[in-house]
């Protein structure tokens, strides 16, 4: 089963960066290579949302508009892990964000506060 852990969330200033992370374990001898790994959030009173998401293999990585140009999502591959780089952060970025491998394996969300 895989089982994936998101960290790296926290309160930050306005305009200010924060890096999230996820980490595979449990790939019973496979790679997180071989899923494509979403990012999502979910801010209160809101549905949860599609940040953007990197595609197995070759690797391809695709943001939604809110986030386009402030956010990139890249792979460590000999880590079995997954960033978030999140730059310019707004108010609004305030949720609590996810990772996905595949379509079945969420990870349990981590806080990130933007806020003066």
């Known amino acids: 089963q895989v089982q994936l852990v998101e960290s790296g969330g926290g309160l930050v200033q306005p305009g200010g960066s924060l890096r999230l992370s996820c980490a595979a374990s449990?790939?019973?001898?496979?790679?997180?290579?071989?899923?494509?790994v979403g990012w999502f959030r979910q801010a209160p009173g809101k549905e949860r949302e599609g940040v953007g998401c990197?595609?197995?293999?070759?690797?391809?990585?695709y943001y939604t508009d809110p986030v386009k140009g402030r956010f990139t999502i890249a792979r460590d591959s000999t880590k079995n892990t997954v960033y978030l780089q999140m730059n310019s952060l707004k108010p609004e970025d305030t949720a609590v964000y996810y990772c996905r491998a595949g379509f079945s394996f969420w990870g349990q969300g981590t806080q990130v506060t933007v806020s003066s």
């Open positions: 990197i595609m197995g293999g070759g690797g391809r990585v």
């Open positions: 449990g790939l019973s001898g496979y790679t997180l290579d071989i899923y494509a």
